[in-house]
C-alpha cells in the first residue's frame, strides 16, 4: 500500500475553508480514494480539547508562546494518532490548517521566530509536511465580516470560537503578508482565489489537486 497524499487548507478567516474542503473529499471518494477529513487545531479527542483551550476567550489569555506550545501539542497528538496512520494506511488526509498557520499567525503575525517554529514542529510531529497546501486567498476585510457573521449566525449558546477574529485588521494583514511570504517561497503552496464563486474556487482546487 502506498502512503497517502497529505493536503492542508489554509487560509485567513472566512475563506470558505471548510465548504471547499467537503467538495474535495465528495470529488475524491466518487473517484474511489480513502479520504479522511480533519482540522487543526483539533482532530482528535485530545487536539479537540486544546482547541478549546486556544480559540475561545480573551485574546490576551495566552502569551504567543503558550499559544505555540498549545498548537504544538494539539498538533503532535493529531500526527501521531490520526494523521499518520491515515497516510500509512494509503488514505488521502485533507486537513483544515496545519503548520503553515502557525508560520503565518504565530510567526508573522506575532513576531516568533521562524528557526524556533521550525525546531519545535520537527519535535511535535517527526517533521511531517503537507504535500500540498492550497492557500485560499482573500482580502482580510471581506474574510473577517463573512466570519463574524458566521458567528453572529451560531446559537447563543455555543461557544464563540472568534479569539483571534478579535486581533483585529492590522494583525490579519500581517497574517495574509505571511501566507504570501511563504508561497513565494515553497512551490508546494498553490494560491487559490477564494473571491470567485464556491464553483470557481473548487474548480481551482480540483485542477491544483489532479496537477
Ligand atoms: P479556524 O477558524 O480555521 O477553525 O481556526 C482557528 C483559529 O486558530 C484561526 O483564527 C487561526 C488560529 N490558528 C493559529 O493561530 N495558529 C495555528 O497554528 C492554527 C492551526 C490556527
Redesign the pocket.
Same mark, same amino acid.
Given at each position: 500500500m502506498s502512503r497517502g497524499r497529505f493536503i492542508a487548507f489554509e487560509g485567513g478567516?472566512g475563506a470558505g475553508?471548510s465548504t471547499q474542503i467537503a467538495r474535495l473529499a465528495e470529488a475524491l471518494r466518487a473517484r474511489g480514494e480513502g479520504v479522511v477529513v480533519t482540522?487543526?487545531?483539533g482532530g482528535t479527542p485530545g487536539a479537540e480539547e486544546i482547541r478549546a483551550l +486556544?480559540?475561545r476567550g480573551e485574546t490576551a489569555r495566552w502569551t504567543v508562546e503558550t /499559544?505555540v506550545l498549545l498548537?504544538c501539542a494539539a498538533r503532535a497528538d493529531h500526527v501521531a494518532r490520526l494523521i499518520r496512520p491515515a497516510l500509512e494506511a494509503g488514505s488521502t488526509v485533507l486537513c /483544515?490548517? +496545519?503548520i503553515h498557520?502557525?508560520l503565518a499567525?504565530?510567526g508573522h503575525g506575532k513576531g516568533v521566530a521562524m528557526a524556533q517554529l521550525l525546531a519545535l514542529h520537527a519535535f511535535a510531529t517527526g517533521d511531517l509536511w503537507p504535500d500540498l497546501v492550497l492557500w485560499l486567498d482573500l482580502p482580510v476585510e471581506l474574510g473577517l465580516s463573512r466570519s463574524t457573521k458566521r458567528a453572529a449566525a451560531q446559537e447563543a449558546d455555543l461557544p464563540q470560537?472568534q479569539r +483571534?477574529?478579535a486581533l483585529g485588521l492590522a494583525y490579519h494583514e500581517k497574517v495574509r503578508a505571511g501566507f504570501a511570504s511563504l508561497a513565494a517561497e515553497d512551490g508546494r503552496i498553490v494560491r487559490i482565489d477564494a473571491t470567485q464563486d464556491i464553483d470557481g474556487v473548487a474548480a481551482a482546487i480540483a485542477a491544483a489537486v489532479l496537477r
Open positions: 478567516e475553508k482540522r487543526e487545531p +486556544f480559540v /499559544d498548537v /483544515d490548517r +496545519f498557520s502557525t499567525y504565530q470560537e +483571534f477574529e
